[in-house]
């Protein structure tokens, strides 16, 4: 039976994985609904002449000749700027992935959810920023929502259908990222080269620099909460750097279920998409004579303050987990520019949980509360940023 599918984000590193497992598939097994990506619209273009989707949209409107100019003569439909993405997402589809990054994923993200068929959920920061608001949506419309995050993919399959409530707690997994061993001084000096060589997955260059101050971890710790719908004292973390083990379900007997795999996100994506079923893939198989040792250890919060800054933004609940995800993409970008520092990061987020006051902690009534406070966050976090660079560029004259 055909299954009708679309992919949004599909020119980024989950998108790419997900249309390998699609290219190694049978013939007439899928059909491409939609693909849509941001900037990329050369790439965008080159795969939609592949697989010859219904629409193709590109979310940045200032690339859209390029698009236009790769399809000219196709026959494909196209479209360009925001509207365009929502569009591509509304549109009917048994399956769609949901690989935006950032907060930009939630309205397309939710067009989907709204549809009430199976999304397959990468985008951590669309339930960061919203999940209350987002699993009450899924419930209405009736939609599937299964998680692609490695950790989060695990848990699901390691509870096995039993409910998480009557669960003792899960664990996250985490690599620990490049700067595992560093110290703080080394990391108050790292380039983006540093932050982005992610020691064991292979990853779009925001979620990296997040793995490296394990604001991974911490979005992941509230993507946890709302899917599970558990408390976070329930979602536990530990530093494991061969990721191996993507996550675990501990029982109230004592007994652990994980589920194991080579880090390779095609594994986790095929189970979204083969599910209920398992689908067969390439990727390389666990060696474990060859691993030898599996090593665990606890995160240090002095280096890797940003776990607990996701914690306290979920205990403070409303509008802090999106204040705290709109300056971390702010500070990212802010720190792949060149702007500011790998440790201002965090300090950046911190600060901007401190004083948005009638931005934090307000109450998440409905979406237009939330992309008031979405745009609102950023604004913040953009001066903060504004004043570190400042700073440092006046030291760097002084000195
Ligand atoms: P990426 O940067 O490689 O790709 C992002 C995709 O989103 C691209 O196709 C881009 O065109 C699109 N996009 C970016 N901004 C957009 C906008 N404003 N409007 C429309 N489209 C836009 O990112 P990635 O590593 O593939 O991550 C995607 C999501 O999956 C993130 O939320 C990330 O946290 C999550 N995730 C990724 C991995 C991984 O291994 N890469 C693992 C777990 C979860
Ligand atoms: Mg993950």
Same mark, same amino acid.
């Given at each position: 039976?055909?299954?009708?599918?679309?992919?949004?984000?599909?020119?980024?590193?989950?998108?790419?994985?997900?249309?390998?497992?699609?290219?190694?598939?049978?013939?007439?097994?899928?059909?491409?609904?939609?693909?849509?990506?941001?900037?990329?619209?050369?790439? !965008?273009?080159?795969?939609?002449?592949?697989?010859?989707?219904?629409?193709?949209?590109?979310?940045?409107?200032?690339?859209?000749?390029? !698009?236009?100019?790769?399809?000219?003569?196709?026959?494909?439909?196209?479209?360009?700027?925001? @509207?365009?993405?929502?569009?591509?997402?509304?549109?009917?589809?048994?399956?769609?992935?949901?690989?935006?990054?950032?907060?930009?994923?939630?309205?397309?993200? !939710?067009?989907?959810?709204?549809? *009430?068929?199976?999304?397959?959920?990468?985008?951590?920061?669309?339930?960061?920023?919203?999940?209350?608001?987002?699993?009450?949506?899924?419930?209405? $419309? *009736?939609?599937?929502?299964?998680?692609?995050?490695?950790?989060?993919?695990?848990?699901?399959?390691?509870?096995?259908?039993?409910?998480?409530?009557?669960?003792?707690?899960?664990?996250?997994?985490?690599?620990?990222?490049?700067?595992?061993?560093? $110290?703080?001084?080394?990391? +108050?000096?790292?380039?983006?080269?540093?932050?982005?060589?992610?020691?064991?997955?292979?990853?779009?260059?925001?979620?990296?620099?997040?793995?490296?101050?394990?604001?991974?971890?911490?979005?992941?710790?509230?993507?946890?909460?709302?899917?599970?719908?558990?408390?976070?004292?329930?979602?536990?973390?530990?530093?494991?750097?061969?990721?191996?083990?993507?996550?675990?379900?501990?029982?109230?007997?004592?007994?652990?279920?994980?589920?194991?795999?080579?880090?390779?996100?095609?594994?986790?994506?095929?189970?979204?998409?083969?599910?209920?079923?398992?689908?067969?893939?390439?990727? @390389?198989?666990?060696?474990?004579?060859?691993?030898?040792?599996?090593?665990?250890?606890?995160?240090?919060?002095?280096?890797?303050?940003?776990?607990?800054?996701?914690?306290?933004?979920?205990?403070?609940? *409303?509008? @802090?987990?999106?204040?705290?995800?709109?300056?971390?993409?702010?500070?990212?970008?802010?720190?792949?520019?060149?702007?500011?520092?790998?440790?201002?990061?965090?300090?950046?987020?911190?600060?901007?949980?401190?004083?948005?006051? *009638?931005?934090?902690?307000?109450?998440?009534?409905?979406?237009?509360?939330?992309?008031?406070?979405? +745009?609102?966050?950023?604004?913040?976090?953009?001066?903060?940023?504004?004043?570190? +660079?400042?700073?440092?560029?006046?030291?760097?004259?002084?000195?």
């Amino acid at each position: 039976m055909t299954r009708t599918i679309s992919i949004l984000g599909a020119t980024g590193s989950v998108g790419l994985a997900t249309l390998d497992l699609i290219g190694a598939a049978p013939e007439g097994r899928y059909e491409l609904v939609a693909l849509t990506a941001n900037t990329r619209a050369q790439e !965008l273009a080159d795969i939609a002449l592949r697989l010859r989707p219904r629409f193709t949209a590109l979310g940045d409107a200032r690339h859209a000749p390029v !698009l236009e100019a790769a399809l000219a003569g196709s026959g494909l439909k196209w479209g360009a700027g925001p @509207s365009a993405v929502a569009e591509a997402a509304s549109m009917e589809a048994d399956w769609t992935m949901a690989a935006i990054v950032g907060a930009a994923g939630l309205a397309p993200t !939710l067009a989907a959810v709204k549809r *009430g068929q199976v999304v397959a959920l990468a985008n951590k920061e669309a339930l960061v920023c919203a999940g209350p608001l987002f699993m009450e949506s899924a419930r209405r $419309s *009736g939609a599937t929502v299964l998680p692609v995050d490695s950790e989060h993919n695990a848990v699901f399959q390691a509870l096995g259908g039993s409910d998480p409530a009557n669960v003792r707690r899960i664990i996250l997994t985490a690599s620990g990222g490049p700067f595992r061993n560093s $110290s703080l001084e080394t990391m +108050a000096r790292a380039s983006v080269r540093d932050a982005v060589a992610h020691p064991v997955w292979s990853m779009g260059a925001k979620i990296s620099v997040d793995s490296a101050t394990m604001m991974n971890k911490g979005l992941e710790v509230i993507e946890a909460c709302h899917l599970f719908a558990l408390p976070p004292e329930k979602v536990d973390v530990i530093v494991h750097p061969e990721s191996i083990l993507h996550g675990l379900v501990e029982h109230y007997d004592g007994g652990l279920l994980a589920q194991m795999g080579t880090p390779d996100m095609r594994t986790p994506i095929a189970h979204a998409l083969g599910w209920p079923d398992r689908m067969e893939t390439s990727v @390389s198989r666990l060696d474990l004579p060859a691993l030898g040792r599996l090593t665990f250890e606890a995160p240090d919060p002095e280096r890797f303050p940003a776990l607990e800054l996701a914690r306290d933004a979920f205990r403070q609940g *409303g509008t @802090s987990p999106l204040v705290l995800n709109a300056a971390n993409e702010i500070a990212v970008d802010a720190f792949l520019n060149g702007h500011v520092g790998f440790l201002d990061i965090a300090a950046i987020v911190a600060e901007s949980l401190e004083r948005g006051e *009638g931005v934090a902690r307000g109450s998440l009534t409905d979406f237009d509360t939330v992309y008031a406070a979405d +745009a609102a966050a950023r604004e913040l976090a953009a001066s903060l940023v504004k004043a570190r +660079a400042q700073h440092s560029a006046s030291r760097v004259q002084g000195a």
